[in-house]
């Protein structure tokens, strides 16, 4: 189980990778609104938690369950 998890260098929440809702969308509408795009930082959720960033709402951050 992988405890990585991305955000940007201005971003106040964390997302697990495949997180496409909350991240992407922002992202994109964002990008369409000619806003300045950050670059993407992968780090574990115990350093997001300490920079401090919150959970997205819509993956809450936590991994992907194993199948």
């Known amino acids: 189980m992988s405890d990585i998890v991305i955000t940007t260098a201005k971003g106040r929440t964390y997302h ?3 997180c496409g809702p909350g991240f992407l969308a922002t992202r994109a509408k964002n990008e ?3 806003r300045k795009i950050h670059p ?3 780090m574990t959720r115990a350093e997001a938690v300490a920079l ?3 959970a997205c709402r819509h993956c ?3 991994p992907t369950p194993a199948l």
Request: no cysteine; net charge positive.
């Open 16 to 18: 697990r990778p495949d």
């Open 32 to 34: 369409r609104l000619g």
């Open 40 to 42: 993407v930082l992968e």
């Open 52 to 54: 401090p960033r919150k």
């Open 60 to 62: 809450g951050g936590e």
